[in-house]
């Protein structure tokens, strides 16, 4: 995408083709439960006779895995001219721009990344390549947001392994 760079303040992403698989697959699970725990009873069974106790706990059963598949999808990303807060699943990460030497998403990424000064490297799982377009414009955003963050710094010398 080329043309001026957008003028953006705050940048935020989530993983939305992600989280709306995840609410169906987490519904479809919890009707499935439900309709096991309703079958409990009139199943025939010479040793277990199934009781409103196994119900619930069918049921209970089926709402622990929906909100475990609804976890999966709470990775966020925010940014602003102070810098970068990332949630990947259960790891936040906050860090300033200074920091960060590029943010990368590559054609063939499944998500967008951060390269550190340091060398190190952490995902962003907010920025899923399935999202397309409001992926595109959030990476675009938070290479804006570090270009201006990171105007004011000299230039360094390119380095052979550097891309």
């Keep these: 995408m080329s043309g001026p760079q957008p003028d953006v303040s705050t940048v935020s992403a989530t993983p939305r083709r992600m989280r709306l698989l ?3 697959l987490a519904g479809v699970v919890v009707v499935v ?3 096991v725990a309703l079958s409990l009873p ?5 040793v277990v006779d199934y009781g409103l106790l196994d119900q619930a706990a069918m049921v209970g059963l089926g709402l622990a895995m929906a909100a475990g598949l609804l ?3 709470r990775s966020r990303l925010d940014a602003d001219a102070g810098g970068i807060r ?3 699943l259960v790891v936040r990460h906050e860090l300033p721009w200074t920091a960060v030497r590029a943010v990368r998403f590559e054609r063939t990424s499944a998500w967008g990344a951060l390269l550190l000064e340091n060398g190190d ?7 899923q390549a399935a999202d397309g377009e409001s992926a595109a414009r959030a990476v675009e955003g938070l290479r804006a ?3 201006a963050a ?6 360094r010398p390119p380095l052979l392994y550097d891309d």
């Design 22 to 24: 995840l609410s169906v």
């Design 71 to 73: 976890f999966l999808g």
């Design 121 to 127: 490297e952490i995902s962003l799982h907010a920025l």
């Design 145 to 147: 947001l570090h270009a």
């Design 42 to 46: 009139s199943t025939t069974n010479t």
């Design 150 to 155: 990171r105007a004011g710094d000299p230039v």
């Design 33 to 35: 439960m439900v309709l």
């Design 86 to 88: 990332v949630l990947n």
